[in-house]
T-cell receptor, first 113, second 115 residues
């Protein structure tokens, strides 16, 4: 079972920041938080991951609370092409067979003009 | 190639027939995963290959499903005696090692329709 809880859907206005929350209250000390997204009819796409520090890359920022029980993915300037299902996943960094990604139902983000 | 390639992109088959789905991972990637996604559902893990280790088959839904990976590269997922509930998009992903931090690269999937 997925170890994360996400809202099923969110809307965001084009050009505004999209803040997608994720709860992972049972995360263990050696598990990372990963975010993927799946645009309609495509395979999932890696976005970002982190352990406990906030992370930023060209796609997004990841804010992890100090107790690591929740995190927020931030798309700073959402575009229509960011409309997708966003998955928050916790997993071991080097998990071997245990490291396979367990996908929950994700959050369907709709960016509106 | 530059990405994970899956073939065919679409497959329609009659109930009871066998099908083979192919995955070409990124060159040099040692880890390969198969998932499936039924309409409107999340991704369901099927099987995992890592190097020469025995595969983790814990996600295969029945003994009609099998997969192999030849030469540590190309993988084939075989479904025998297909049923209508097997209809789904079958996704393959690869990574450069077990649990590689930069994540997996997914293919575009094979849409299987059993009629």
């Amino acid at each position: 079972d997925a170890k994360t809880t996400q809202p099923p859907s969110m809307d965001c206005a084009e050009g505004r920041a999209a803040n997608l929350p994720c709860n992972h209250s049972t995360i263990s000390g050696n598990e990372y938080v990963y975010w993927y997204r799946q645009i309609h009819s495509q395979g999932p796409q890696y976005i970002i991951h982190g352990l406990k520090n906030n992370e930023t890359n060209e796609m997004a920022s990841l804010i992890i609370t100090e107790d690591r029980k929740s995190s927020t993915l931030i798309l700073p300037h959402a575009t229509l092409r960011d409309t997708a299902v966003y998955y928050c996943i916790v997993r071991l960094f080097y998990g071997g067979s245990q490291g396979n990604l367990i996908f929950g139902k994700g959050t369907k983000l709709s960016v509106k003009p | 190639g530059a990405g994970v390639s899956q073939s065919p992109s679409n497959k329609v088959t009659e109930k009871g027939k066998d099908v083979e789905l192919r995955c070409d991972p990124i060159s040099g990637h040692t880890a390969l995963y198969w998932y499936r996604q039924s309409l409107g559902q999340g991704l369901e893990f099927l099987i995992y290959f890592q190097g020469n280790s025995a595969p983790d088959k814990s996600g295969l839904p029945s003994d009609r499903f099998s997969a192999e990976r030849t030469g540590g590269s190309v993988s084939t997922l075989t479904i025998q005696r297909t049923q209508q509930e097997d209809s789904a998009v079958y996704l393959c992903a690869s990574s450069s090692g077990p649990g590689t931090g930069n994540g997996y690269t997914f293919g575009s999937g094979t849409r299987l329709t059993v009629v």
